[in-house]
């Protein structure tokens, strides 16, 4: 951005206070798409040239005690790529999207179904029948403008992962079989990307990181040649809340691996267990 | 000689879970599928076995106070 673009934001950026007090300068959300209307620059890329100059975006402005401006512009510029919008995919998308992920890919060929309602954030009466990724993406677009959205209504394979996975910095395993996710992690080693993988039964889960090099969902499933396509979920169902959890820590590595930053469960497996608050992370 | 060890199924396999759980009677030297055979768990709900928080498989041995879990294959989302 050059720099009549930033004398613009310096000059309509506001002083502001954090509720201890401490002073900051801002700007509102309708602000920001007005001037980056006005001079024709995308949201997302203005947004980082105010955190740049120190100037908050005021909807990220919650992040910034834990983040630094600096930190948020990586969540901007980073591209996450979400396979399966049902239920671990439909909580990954609204957290990532709140969290100032400045590219989505969304990838699912389903449609809303009356038995996704209990638990899959998308799903409501009025978008039964309707494509989960259209759904997903008019939902990123509510949320924040600011995030450019690749919206796939169709189902990942091998024939399509590559182009479709193209330019991610990060895949995020939200699918709803086990055959499936050995596609995504065999793509996502292709294109030499890290994969966080989770998966649910009842009100347990599991989640994991796969680096390109790790043995990943070999060492969870054994070989993929001789696995069945279901899991203990076909007798157990998906409950919401595990559900949201497990969606949770999925979003929690992805923050880690784009900003670099805290422990990864590369070659770990983190379990729980809500019937008695198992949380345990275990050697791969 | 008898030592014991502690047993925690997850998600469908509970209901294999024995009452004993907490204080499991082993020979010492048993390995993981002679435990599973005890218990009546099948092997193709056992994929994922894990002695004292790492991964092991149904060769392992087990000796006293171990903490076995075993985890059924699970793939919903």
Known sequence: ???????????????????????????????????????KVSIR??????????IIPERYVRNMRM??????????????CIIGLGGLGGTVVEVLARMGVGTLTLIDGDTFEDHNLNRQLLATEETLGVSKAEIACLRVNAINSSVTVHCHDQYLDNSNADALMKACDVAVDCLDNI?????LEKAAKQLNIPLVAAAVAGITGHVTTIFPQDDGLKQIYGNSEN????????????LA????????????EVMKIILQTGSLLRNKL??????????????? | MK?????????????????????????????????????????????????????????????????VGIFPPVGGG
């Open chain 1, 179 to 183: 055959p499936a996710r050995f596609i």
């Open chain 1, 45 to 54: 890329d203005l947004e980082i040239t105010a955190l740049a100059e120190n």
């Open chain 2, 3 to 67: 030592t014991y060890i502690t047993i925690k199924l997850f998600a469908t396999l509970k209901k294999y879970l024995p009452a004993s759980a907490e204080h499991h009677p082993i020979k010492s030297g048993v390995t993981v599928g002679e435990l599973l055979n005890e218990l009546q768990i099948p092997a193709s709900l056992t994929k994922l076995i894990f002695i004292n928080g790492k991964k092991g498989d149904s060769t392992s041995v087990l000796n006293g106070g171990d903490r």
């Open chain 1, 227 to 238: 696995i069945r396509p279901k899991g203990a979920e076909t007798i157990l169902g998906c």
């Open chain 1, 1 to 39: 951005m050059n720099t009549e673009t930033i004398n613009i934001l310096k000059k309509k950026a506001t002083p502001a206070k954090f509720p201890d007090g401490v002073v900051y300068t801002c700007l509102s959300t309708p602000l920001i798409k007005q001037i980056a209307l006005s001079l």
């Open chain 1, 270 to 284: 983190m379990l729980v267990d809500l019937t008695d608050y198992t949380i345990e992370c275990l050697e791969l």
């Open chain 1, 241 to 252: 809340h595990a559900v949201m959890v497990i969606a949770s820590l999925e979003c929690t």
């Open chain 1, 67 to 80: 983040l630094s401006t600096t930190d948020q512009q990586m969540l901007l510029k980073a591209h996450v």
